[in-house]
Nanobody, 126 residues
Framework: QVQLGESGGGLVQAGGSLRLSCAASGDTLIMTTMGWFRQAPGKEREFVAGIRRSISGTVYADSVKGRFTISRDNDKNTVYLQMNSLKPEDTAVYYC???????????????????WGQGTQVTVSS
């Protein structure tokens, strides 16, 4: 089992930045990929970014390319999401997720991930 805990959410003005962190604990060696998803009120959970644990390679949703950066620190079992140039439409609960399957690239579907954190709220005011 893997436990995930997000932190770093909050309220920020449009154009500002936030850095989310996701700390993993438990059987972390089974994780192959870490991802960030988000869910706005009344909308489905959507993929934001993914990064493989031991092989270089990242994937981003088109809506965040050039603004968000995902990174990892395997020694700390932590993945980060640096969010710059935030927009009101980025407002959502952000979830960290872990995949235990081996894929050629990070999965972009909710169904690709086996473990989920509780989420952290990000609110961007206009």
């Amino acid at each position: 089992q893997v436990q995930l805990g997000e932190s770093g959410g909050g309220l920020v003005q449009a154009g500002g930045s936030l850095r989310l962190s996701c700390a993993a604990s438990g059987d972390t060696l089974i994780m192959t990929t870490m991802g960030w998803f988000r869910q706005a009120p009344g909308k489905e959970r959507e993929f934001v970014a993914g990064i493989r644990r031991s092989i270089s390679g990242t994937v981003y949703a088109d809506s965040v390319k050039g603004r968000f950066t995902i990174s990892r620190d395997n020694d700390k079992n932590t993945v980060y999401l640096q969010m710059n140039s935030l927009k009101p439409e980025d407002t959502a609960v952000y979830y960290c997720a872990a995949d235990r399957s081996i894929r050629s690239r990070p999965g972009v579907s909710v169904s690709n991930y086996d473990y989920w954190g509780q989420g952290t709220q990000v609110t961007v005011s206009s």
